[in-house]
């Protein structure tokens, strides 16, 4: 298990090292307009973008530029926006960075619990009027824009009948967990129901699929013959084999979220959040801004989506041979 | 079948749209109309309204006459006819979503062919090209991509695609989603290589080229073609993503994208400015999806390819 972890941990390191190469090579290597000009604004004056090439080695070689720019990405962490002058960007990011944990934490939760239950109760009920609306609801989370759907429940919740069913729903916002449990998840629990259906529909596609599989198998009619009862054998033997392949979705699916689904669900919400100031970014073209939310996005994923293959080998030995 | 239908019905009536648009909106759809007035039943009304609510300031534009010749679903910000930029916005959204999964499926078929086909060297360079990809979170490299090129084009020697075209999501999205079709292909190339009809056309000495058209392009296409439509779907919400921050198709172009991105600073007066275009996204990746199943069901029912988003 060591040995599976160290291994996984060093090539999470290798994607973390290519992904910032990348994203160095996209940001100050494409050709087109001089990259001093890119990162301060079209209109920045001449002693700016001096201050600019001086500050990222703009006129030294390629490697070079790409250390200095991890050291103030993450050693210095001194990286400033050129739009909102004198902004560092590291503690915006590292202060937006709880919303966002928050949001994805609460509609993992939700997604898992009504996903594995839907599946559940959909392969239980093969073939009957429960059986098509989870299916229904597979097909529809993956065509629904999560940002329209975050708009439409706004648009539900937030305008007229604000005053009347749904007055209990704060006017959008955010407070900390630290200091207002109940108020913190009153906060989000639209932008988490929001984020969480799409995935409870995929989630409860695909365990309704894996549990029929499974239930023909040769070990169910072996419990079967032993003569365990059937509720039994769908949760303690169908139930926990076919959840070892929602776990790896599951790990492919943090990284969509993070990077996509959470991101727009914040902007549709207004929680200030990475995504949200991601967003901002994009709205001025600050660039630094930009390449330091999509630096640590992309990392905060490698390690979360190899923190869920750790899970898995430790659920399902198997991995840990192949791997 | 009902699916194929719907999609059909959406590609005909965004396709057809210059041809009766002026029916619905008498002015260009792409144009600002601020000062205009339009006749509902026997007066006019301008297509921006003073407000009468708070001090009193300020237009908010009409709202939905549900009259097909004018504003049937209100106007925007500019009062523009949103109806007949949806028609418009259809086209641009539906060009993109086609194109680019064409793009993604071509280019992701001839990678995987190489690299499973002469694997050594050339395997090992396709494949980590895929993998770094892959690794990178899609939406992620998708902004990243599209904020550098959306602002200052692609100068690529001979070739320059200015900033505002159509080909630059086209690209971006396309390139995105390689992996996921070609590292598929790549492992069935790999294993019909082991097969004796491949041997057999190594061992009567026909040149790769050969083997790999007349051979295995037929054993792969298709798994391939399956991937299409949920290929199209997962692109075109892509599109609509990239749209809604503001890095995807550029004004004065418009796509179901950006009309609901206009519609969110209307959403608690014009809902419906954001509801239309909306609907429309839907109701097209629906069909998609239903027709993708249905496809992957008739050719190849262990095919996978998951959704996003």
């Known amino acids: ?323 | 079948m009902i699916a194929l239908g719907v999609l059909l019905f959406m590609v005909v009536v965004t396709l057809l749209a210059p041809l009766y648009a002026h029916d619905i909106a008498h002015d260009n759809p792409f144009a600002s109309n601020l000062q205009g007035r339009i006749k509902i039943g026997n007066h006019y009304r301008s297509v921006m309204q003073a407000n009468t609510q708070g001090l009193g300031l300020g237009v908010t534009p009409i709202g939905p006459t549900w009259d097909f010749s004018k504003y049937f679903l209100g106007a925007d910000e500019l009062g523009r006819d949103v109806f007949a930029r949806m028609l418009y916005g259809g086209r641009v959204t539906l060009l993109i979503g086609f194109s680019s999964g064409l793009i993604c499926i071509v280019v992701a078929t001839v990678l995987g062919m190489l690299a499973g086909y002469f694997g050594r060297a050339t395997d090992w360079i396709i494949s980590r090209l895929l993998d770094i990809v892959w690794a990178f979170p899609i939406y992620l490299l998708a902004i990243s991509l599209s904020v550098i090129l959306v602002t200052s084009g692609l100068d690529l020697g001979i070739i320059h695609i200015g900033a505002g075209s159509l080909l630059l999501p086209i690209l971006i999205i396309a390139s995105v989603y390689v992996p996921y079709v070609a590292r598929p292909v790549r492992g069935i190339v790999f294993s019909l290589k082991e097969r004796e009809f491949i041997q057999a056309a190594i061992a009567s000495g026909a040149s790769d080229w050969h083997i790999l058209r007349k051979e295995i392009l037929p054993n792969v296409a298709p798994s391939v073609i399956v991937f299409f439509p949920l290929m199209v779907a997962l692109n075109i919400l892509t599109e609509s993503a990239l749209s809604i921050l503001g890095i995807g198709v550029q004004p004065p172009q418009a796509s179901w994208g950006t009309i609901i991105n206009d519609g969110l600073q209307l959403l608690y007066t014009r809902p419906w400015v954001a509801i239309g275009p909306g609907v429309c996204i839907v109701i097209t990746c629906v069909a998609l999806n239903i027709l993708g199943d249905g496809v992957r069901d008739a050719f190849d029912p262990r095919a996978k390819l998951r959704g996003s988003i």
């Open chain 1, 1 to 323: 298990m060591l040995r599976f972890i160290a291994k996984r941990l060093a090539s999470a390191i290798l994607v973390m090292f290519t992904i910032s190469v990348l994203v160095f090579l996209i940001f100050f290597a494409t050709p087109g307009v001089n990259p001093a000009s890119r990162i301060a604004g079209r209109t920045a004056s001449p002693a700016v973008l001096r201050q600019v090439s001086k500050e990222f080695g703009l006129n030294r070689p390629l490697p070079i530029r790409y250390g200095l720019m991890m050291y103030h990405l993450f050693i210095k962490q001194d990286l400033t926006s050129y739009v909102n002058i004198g902004d560092r960007i590291i503690p915006q990011i590292t202060a937006a960075a709880p919303i966002t944990l928050s949001l994805i934490f609460g509609a993992v939760v939700i997604w898992l619990l009504v996903g594995i239950s839907g599946g559940v109760i959909a392969a239980k009920n093969k073939g009957k009027f429960v059986d098509p609306l989870v299916m229904f609801f597979g097909i529809a989370a993956i065509s629904i824009p999560v940002y329209w759907l975050g708009e439409m429940v706004s648009l539900v919740t937030q305008g007229g009948l604000h005053n009347s069913i749904f007055a209990w729903v704060p006017n959008g916002g955010y407070v900390s967990l630290t200091q207002n449990p109940w108020q913190w998840a009153l906060h989000l629990f639209f932008p988490w129901l929001t984020l969480a259906s799409l995935y409870a529909g995929i989630y409860a596609r695909v365990l309704r699929g894996e549990l029929i599989n499974n239930m023909n198998e040769d070990y169910i009619r072996t419990a079967r013959a032993k003569g365990l009862s059937e509720r039994r054998i769908l949760y303690r033997h169908a139930l926990r084999c076919s959840l070892i392949s929602i776990v790896s979705l599951f790990g492919l699916d943090v990284g969509v979220l993070v990077g996509g689904a959470a991101l727009l669900t914040e902007v549709v919400f207004g929680l200030q959040g990475v995504g949200w100031l991601t967003y901002q970014g994009l709205q001025n073209l600050d660039l630094p801004l930009i390449m330091g939310c999509v630096m640590y996005g992309a990392f905060f994923v490698v390690l979360a989506s190899a923190a869920v293959d750790v899970i898995y080998a430790y659920i399902d030995p198997r991995i840990r041979v192949v791997a």
